[in-house]
């Protein structure tokens, strides 16, 4: 049956989310903030690579916001 597969599925997608929280929102937090910087600051003469164009600055945003919040991020030890 397909339903049994597909719950399975969902469970570990959600587990997934709550173990990589801080990343995602990171990620998230990252991206508007590059896109709010290309969109009011910007680069006037589109020479500039990573604000010349509003998907490089989101992308560059969001790899930053991922760091920036990864910094944060529990390691988990092992249990011997």
């Known amino acids: ?3 049994p597969k597909i719950k399975n599925l969902m469970i570990n997608m959600k587990s997934w989310i ?3 929280k ?3 929102v990171g990620v998230a937090v990252g991206a508007l903030g590059g896109f709010f910087y290309w969109n009011y600051i ?3 003469s589109g020479t500039c690579m990573i604000t010349s164009k509003p998907i490089n600055s989101t992308l560059y945003g969001a790899l930053m916001g991922f760091l920036l919040f990864g910094i944060f991020q529990k390691e ?3 249990e011997i």
Request: hydrophobic share 45%.
């Open 76 to 78: 988990k030890t092992a």
């Open 18 to 20: 709550q173990n990589n």
């Open 1 to 3: 049956m397909v339903w």
């Open 42 to 44: 910007g680069c006037a």
């Open 22 to 24: 801080l990343s995602l």
